[in-house]
T-cell receptor, first 114, second 111 residues
């Protein structure tokens, strides 16, 4: 099992450009999430999905879109990049275990917007 | 005020020391409490999970939750250099994915 994979590992964008961060998991987990991690802020939930075809907003959804057409893939789209979106982005998939959701995180994508 | 507060450290201890990591929170509806460990330039990995108040032990790690004080702790006994990482607390109201994370405490265990 590869677990959760993310591409690219690094990306530099100019303000106003759009791009898609890719996330895939091979564990057949129903739940997938996108977080951003900024210094002093911890991880903040952007969007999440409870299954194919179902997505919902998290804590900081503005400026991002998601879709979930398959169980395996959960791409995150930046519509018009802004410097405030410079961050490290983590995708996670999870399943129910011991009464809660055990999350598995990908290695992250480091995004810089200039 | 952030929903979850965590002392960012850094915290530096000698090998073998007992480490105490703490978080406070403001939302009394939180019921599920987790600790994640994150090595440099890696994604977080789940260490401990606790539901409601009480203690939970797993090897050298003990998680404590005091809901009356809105305070959670992670204790590491006999700390090792391999424990050097950033430790994140996380909590949620219900057993879904909508978690709130602390900012993380960076720990260094010196040989």
């Amino acid at each position: 099992n590869a677990g959760v994979t993310q591409t690219p590992k690094f990306q530099v964008l100019k303000t106003g450009q759009s791009m898609t961060l890719q996330c895939a998991q091979d564990m057949n987990h129903e739940y997938m999430s996108w977080y951003r991690q900024d210094p002093g802020m911890g991880l903040r939930l952007i969007h999440y999905s409870v299954g194919a075809g179902i997505t919902d907003q998290g804590e900081v959804p503005n400026g991002y879109n998601v879709s979930r057409s398959t169980t395996e893939d959960f791409p995150l789209r930046l519509l018009s990049a802004a410097p405030s979106q410079t961050s490290v982005y983590f995708c996670a998939s999870s399943h129910r275990k011991r009464g809660t959701y055990e999350q598995y995180f990908g290695p992250g994508t480091r995004l810089t917007v200039t | 005020q952030k929903e979850v507060e965590q002392d960012p450290g850094p915290l530096s201890v000698p090998e073998g020391a007992i480490v105490s990591l703490n978080c406070t929170y403001s939302n009394s509806a939180f019921q599920y409490f987790m600790w994640y460990r994150q090595y440099s330039r890696k994604g977080p990995e789940l260490l401990m999970y606790t539901y409601s108040s009480g203690n939970k032990e797993d090897g050298r790690f003990t998680a404590q939750v005091d809901k009356s004080s809105k305070y959670i702790s992670l204790f590491i006994r006999d700390s090792q250099p391999s424990d050097s990482a950033t430790y994140l607390c996380a909590m949620s109201v219900s057993d879904n994915n909508d978690m709130r994370f602390g900012a993380g405490t960076r720990l260094t265990v010196k040989p």
